[in-house]
């Protein structure tokens, strides 16, 4: 069964540094995602990108994050900058349709810690 | 604006009982739900959808939920538990008409006991 995929599973690095997150998301799926969990909180949406750009974000996705899709399989969380809050579980997700009743498929996460 | 409360962080039941983890949620529109579960160390594995239709839906590993329209409620239950089924559960919902991400309850962890 197909599956989203996601490196590393464990980012360790130092306050102030870029971090870039990766995810390869189901192959025909065309809507991809990501969310956040700190520890111990909600599950919270990043953001969602289809047809090369963003559709949507949160409140959190701020300048310091950015998506990309930098080939047909990878899909990529950057955060610039890297703050002590920005520690947290980050999931990707991709989805097949465009309809709202489509299920999103989740990955198995990458923690990041953030010192 | 779209929310979900899973009002219990912790259930537990004995295997071989009944279970039930709840799930309310506020949507402005009709709710699009969605029930997941985390084991640890892994990601969200999709339980079950409600969409429209018959309000008891069938899930994977033998978990169904009921959709209470009046109750807003959209509770995972399962006939029989089995201590494989110990993992956290979120319920997630989408509003018809709004935006496109999930709205993620706080999750509620379950222990079967053995």
């Known amino acids: 069964e197909p599956e989203v995929t996601q490196t590393p599973s464990h980012q360790v690095t130092q306050m102030g540094q870029e971090v870039i997150l990766r995810c390869v998301p189901i192959?025909?799926?065309?809507?991809f995602y990501w969310y956040r969990q700190i520890l111990g909180q909600k599950v919270e949406f990043l953001v969602s990108f289809y047809n090369n750009e963003i559709s949507e974000k949160s409140e959190i996705f701020d300048d310091q994050f950015s998506v990309e899709r930098p080939d047909g399989s990878n899909f990529t969380l950057k955060i610039r900058s890297t703050k002590l809050e920005d520690s947290a579980m980050y999931f990707c997700?991709?989805?097949?349709?465009?309809?709202?009743?489509?299920?999103?498929?989740f990955g198995p996460g990458t923690r990041l810690t953030v010192l | 604006a779209q929310s979900v409360a899973q009002p219990e962080d912790q259930v537990n039941v004995a295997e071989g009982n009944p279970l039930t983890v709840k799930c309310t949620y506020s949507?402005?529109?009709?709710?699009?739900l969605f029930w997941y579960v985390q084991y640890p160390n892994r990601g969200l594995q999709f339980l079950l959808k409600y969409i429209t239709g018959d309000n008891l839906v069938k899930g994977s590993y033998g978990f169904e939920a009921e959709f209470n329209k009046s109750q807003t409620s959209f509770h995972l239950k399962k006939p029989s538990a089995l201590v494989s089924d110990s993992a956290l559960y979120f319920c997630a919902v989408r509003d018809a008409r709004a935006a496109r991400q999930l709205t993620f309850g706080s999750g509620t962890q379950l222990t079967v006991l053995p």
């Open positions: 192959s025909n799926h065309l809507y």
């Open positions: 997700a991709s989805k097949g349709g465009g309809g709202p009743t489509d299920t999103q498929y």
């Open positions: 949507v402005s529109g009709n709710p699009y």
